[in-house]
Nanobody, 124 residues
Framework: VQLQASGGGLVQAGDSLRLSCAAS????????MGWFRRAPGKEREFVAA????????YYADSVKGRFTISRDNAQNTVYLRMNSLKPEDTAVYYC??????????????????WGQGTQVTVSS
C-alpha cells in the first residue's frame, strides 16, 4: 500500500485547509486510515482516524469540533478537513493506514503504512 498526502500550506489563524491522502496498491487489505502530526520539537501525535469496517471515527481532543475526517470510497482517498486553524496546529501531517481493527486506533505503532507528510503552517 502506498499513501500520498497533499493539501498542506501556509494559512492564517482561523482559516481552513483540507488535506488529502490517496491510497494505492493493495488497498483491499486496508481496514482504515488515520492522520497524525508532528510539531517542531514534539513527538508525533494522533489527530483523527476512520475505521472503514465499523464506520467508527476517532478524534484527538485538541481537534474535536474543528477537524473532520472523511472518505471517498471510490477513490480510496481520505480527507482531513481542518477548520478554525490555530498556530498550535502547525505541524507536518502524516496519513497512515492499517490492516486490522484490533488495538487502539490512536497509537501510531498499530499503523502499517505511512505517507510522506505534508506541512501545515498556521500563522497568528
Amino acid at each position: 500500500v502506498q499513501l500520498q498526502a497533499s493539501g498542506g500550506g501556509l494559512v492564517q489563524a482561523g482559516d481552513s485547509l483540507r488535506l488529502s491522502c490517496a491510497a494505492s496498491g493493495r488497498t483491499g487489505s486496508m481496514h482504515g486510515m488515520g492522520w497524525f502530526r508532528r510539531a517542531p520539537g514534539k513527538e508525533r501525535e494522533f489527530v483523527a482516524a476512520l475505521n472503514w469496517n465499523s464506520g467508527s471515527i476517532y478524534y484527538a481532543d485538541s481537534v474535536k469540533g474543528r477537524f473532520t475526517i472523511s472518505r471517498d470510497n471510490a477513490q480510496n482517498t481520505v480527507y482531513l478537513r481542518m477548520n478554525s486553524l490555530k498556530p498550535e496546529d502547525t505541524a507536518v501531517y502524516y496519513c497512515a493506514a492499517r490492516s486490522y481493527d484490533e488495538r487502539s486506533w490512536l497509537i501510531d505503532s498499530f499503523y502499517s503504512y505511512w505517507g510522506q507528510g505534508t506541512q501545515v503552517t498556521v500563522s497568528s
